[in-house]
């Protein structure tokens, strides 16, 4: 009996750990062709972003960048439906989609971040150049680097002092200015 018993007992350890062999093979191949992004903390989950591999010189979907080069391919990856805060590193040449801005760069990547969504009155440094999306202001400027505040969902009356060649948001009004600044209200 005791013999029956072992011979069991080692039929099923033979069979759970070959199931869980063949289960961390599955979860590391599936590892190694997620892209390589960036998630903080409260960010949609990034083990569902889709990639794609294109051929160079393909256009590239809207709301689609490009994350790695190999040869004569591109990788892509599908950032549509990112919640704020969501950062990834794409190449050079990547499309920037609507709603991302430029906050770090590399001699060959971008790290770009989605502002959607943000409240009024926060405020992220982008790179010169980066998109300024809608709504958002430039408040203060370095030789790299521009502060930008978003200032939708102002209350009527409000003032905020921008930087000249800042976007004037839809609503907004210029009611002064100096060499370097307009002084921006909110008129709805």
Do not use: D, F
């Not at 080069?69 to 990112?82: L, Q």
């Not at 709504?135 to 978003?150: E, Q």
């Not at 930087?163 to 200015?177: Q, Y």
Request: aromatic share 8%; hydrophobic share 40%; with cysteine.
């Amino acid at each position: 009996m005791m013999k029956k018993h072992l011979a069991i007992l080692a039929l099923c350890s033979v069979t759970i750990a070959t199931a869980l062999s063949v289960n961390a093979g599955t979860t590391n191949a599936s590892a190694a062709s997620q892209p390589a992004v960036q998630a903080k903390a409260g960010t949609t989950s990034l083990s569902a972003s889709q990639t794609q591999w294109v051929a160079i010189g393909s256009p590239i979907p809207e709301g689609w960048v490009i994350t790695r080069t190999s040869g004569n391919m591109n990788e892509i990856t599908n950032v549509k439906g990112s919640s704020y805060g969501r950062e990834i590193w794409v190449m050079l040449g990547s499309p920037i989609p609507e709603g991302w801005v430029i906050s770090r760069s590399t001699g060959t990547m971008n790290l770009i971040t989605y502002v959607n969504g943000a409240s009024y009155g926060r405020e992220v440094w982008v790179m010169l150049g980066s998109p300024i999306p809608a709504g958002w202001v430039i408040t203060r400027s370095t030789g790299t680097m521009n502060l930008i505040t978003y200032v939708n969902g102002a209350s009527y009356g409000r003032e905020v002092w921008v930087m000249l060649g800042s976007p004037i948001p839809e609503g907004w009004v210029v009611v002064r200015s100096t060499g370097t600044m307009n002084l921006l209200r909110y008129v709805g």
